[in-house]
């Protein structure tokens, strides 16, 4: 299996986690990522340290705190594919979480390098922009949670329902430079869901010269490493594919570049 690939564990640890995603692991500077799942009635406990927080209820309902707030049996989407916008919640480093479940719950954790700039907060799903986006066998709904007209420091957090049949991240785009205002360095992962649990994903990432080219099969559950490259993602006919991205960088903007040899794509769909 790709080395950009990461398998959930079989069973959740003793706190609930079955991915931990960081910075060190991964071999990167910013973006952290940790998949929990909790049966009704147990708890999960962290203090963010240096690290500003995205927990994003991914499906179930719990009870939230930190130093200051409480949220009580936040979450109403039982299943990632009512495709409805998650409760999320936004922690700021320097502070302490602690999320106990209601009913049986996943929750990602999103994590990059805070500077305390933000208070903790509750960001509902009426909060969340929800928007259609290409066309065609392009179209894919985006839920917008915690993006960059969003008041974080460094986190950028979407998710991504692909109907079956369908591409997303595409044209092939990339952001893996530095050179704004044209293009922004910013990490990234890829968590995926699939329906059905049997199904799978294709993502393809790869760079203008070709030192990283791999096309990935990726079943439900995994996430994928993106330090760099374009990263397109196909969805089979027959299985829908969900995605979260977690993206961060130096400087908290997404701008990016299309691959040349495609981006002709979205300025004229009927060229052949």
């Given at each position: 299996?790709?080395?950009?690939?990461?398998?959930?564990?079989?069973?959740?640890?003793?706190?609930?986690?079955?991915?931990?995603?960081?910075?060190?692991?991964?071999?990167?500077?910013?973006?952290?990522?940790?998949?929990?799942?909790?049966?009704?009635?147990?708890?999960?406990?962290?203090?963010?340290?240096?690290?500003?927080?995205?927990l994003v209820l991914l499906s179930g309902?719990?009870?939230?705190?930190?130093?200051?707030?409480?949220?009580?049996?936040?979450?109403?989407?039982?299943?990632?594919?009512?495709?409805?916008?998650?409760?999320?919640?936004?922690?700021?480093?320097?502070?302490?979480?602690?999320?106990?479940?209601?009913?049986?719950?996943?929750?990602?954790?999103?994590?990059?390098?805070?500077?305390?700039?933000?208070?903790?907060?509750?960001?509902?799903?009426?909060?969340?922009?929800?928007?259609?986006?290409?066309?065609?066998?392009?179209?894919?709904?985006?839920?917008?949670?915690?993006?960059?007209?969003?008041?974080?420091?460094?986190?950028?957090?979407?998710?991504?329902?692909?109907?079956?049949?369908?591409?997303?991240?595409?044209?092939?785009?990339?952001?893996?430079?530095?050179?704004?205002?044209?293009?922004?360095?910013?990490?990234?992962?890829?968590?995926?869901?699939?329906?059905?649990?049997?199904?799978?994903?294709?993502?393809?990432?790869?760079?203008?010269?070709?030192?990283?080219?791999?096309?990935?099969?990726?079943?439900?559950?995994?996430?994928?490493?993106?330090?760099?490259?374009?990263?397109?993602?196909?969805?089979?006919?027959?299985?829908?594919?969900?995605?979260?991205?977690?993206?961060?960088?130096?400087?908290?903007?997404?701008?990016?570049?299309?691959?040349?040899?495609?981006?002709?794509?979205?300025?004229?769909?009927n060229r052949k």
């Amino acid at each position: 299996m790709s080395n950009l690939i990461i398998a959930p564990a079989v069973q959740p640890d003793l706190e609930g986690s079955i991915m931990n995603i960081t910075p060190g692991s991964a071999g990167w500077k910013y973006v952290g990522f940790q998949v929990i799942r909790l049966e009704a009635g147990q708890a999960f406990r962290r203090d963010t340290g240096d690290r500003e927080v995205c927990l994003v209820l991914l499906s179930g309902k719990a009870d939230v705190t930190t130093r200051s707030q409480e949220w009580l049996a936040i979450g109403s989407r039982m299943n990632i594919f009512e495709r409805t916008a998650p409760y999320s919640v936004y922690v700021p480093n320097d502070d302490k979480y602690e999320i106990r479940a209601v009913t049986d719950l996943e929750v990602a954790i999103c994590s990059a390098p805070g500077n305390g700039h933000y208070e903790a907060r509750l960001i509902k799903p009426e909060q969340v922009a929800v928007e259609t986006r290409g066309y065609g066998n392009l179209e894919r709904q985006i839920h917008n949670i915690l993006p960059e007209q969003h008041p974080a420091d460094s986190l950028l957090v979407v998710e991504v329902f692909t109907p079956n049949g369908h591409w997303s991240s595409y044209p092939p785009h990339k952001h893996d430079q530095d050179a704004l205002p044209a293009e922004s360095l910013l990490e990234e992962t890829y968590y995926f869901r699939i329906q059905q649990e049997r199904g799978f994903a294709i993502q393809r990432v790869y760079t203008d010269d070709r030192s990283l080219d791999e096309t990935l099969v990726v079943n439900d559950g995994q996430a994928v490493l993106v330090p760099k490259g374009y990263h397109p993602v196909s969805a089979p006919p027959g299985y829908d594919c969900y995605y979260l991205n977690v993206m961060a960088g130096p400087v908290r903007t997404w701008k990016f570049h299309n691959d040349p040899d495609h981006e002709w794509i979205m300025v004229n769909p009927n060229r052949k």
